[in-house]
């Protein structure tokens, strides 16, 4: 039986990991577009499959406070997203 507390626990210690390194990494002089390009592609992925556990827990009916959960790392997902655009969209300048 899969653990969707667990998995949840799991990403959300990932995109806390994430929420440090990334402005670290856009700050970086020396990144590339295709590394900007990638890290995008990459929190893509993370916020869509966050979207899905969120999903998932849902359908299995855990409690308000962990779909909340969920909910907060899908947008803290998609706000990475965003300011990896936002740098994307300056080098392209």
Wanted: proline share 2%; hydrophobic share 45%; charged share 35%.
């Amino acid at each position: 039986m899969t653990d969707w507390i667990e998995i949840l626990k799991e990403q959300t210690a990932t995109g806390d990991q994430m929420s440090r390194e990334v402005p670290q990494m856009l700050a970086n002089p020396d990144i590339s577009e295709a590394q900007v390009r990638t890290l995008f592609s990459a929190l893509e992925k993370q916020a869509e499959f966050v979207e899905k556990l969120r999903m998932a827990l849902e359908k299995f009916g855990h409690d308000f406070s962990v779909i909340k959960a969920a909910e907060r790392l899908e947008e803290r997902y998609a706000d990475l997203a965003a300011s990896v655009a936002e740098k994307l969209k300056a080098m392209r300048k």
